[in-house]
């Protein structure tokens, strides 16, 4: 199991739940945050932090937002594990389920 982040992150990119995550695993997309579901240790310190309420523990994902699951597994299709998001730094790219939504408003 791990934990997922959906949609109200997209454009927003708080940031928050990096500082508190105690394993390094919340990657930066260029317009989203993604959790490494091989390296979160479930501890659900970056839920609480979030501002916008866009982290959720996969089984309480809300089914509107069901294909962030995917989107947060898929992203890490090619990188794999890196072992910790401090040493990639911001990636160039999105999950295409986050690259094709319309600017959603926020600011980073």
């Not at 839920?47 to 809300?62: G, Q, R, W």
């Not at 990188?79 to 408003?105: E, N, Y």
Request: proline fraction near 9%; include cysteine; charge should be negative.
């Amino acid at each position: 199991m791990t934990y997922v982040i959906a949609l109200p992150c997209v454009d927003v990119k708080d940031r928050a739940c990096i500082d508190e995550c105690p394993v390094d695993c919340i990657y930066e997309g260029e317009r989203s945050l993604y959790i490494q579901p091989d390296e979160c240790v479930d501890c659900a310190a970056c839920e609480p932090v979030c501002p916008v309420e866009a982290i959720y523990y996969e089984d309480d994902l809300p089914e509107a937002w069901a294909e962030y699951y995917t989107a947060n597994v898929e992203f890490f299709s090619e990188i794999g594990s890196p072992g910790g998001a401090a040493k990639t730094g911001t990636l160039g790219f999105d999950h295409p389920i986050i690259a094709a939504l319309p600017p959603q408003g926020g600011s980073e």
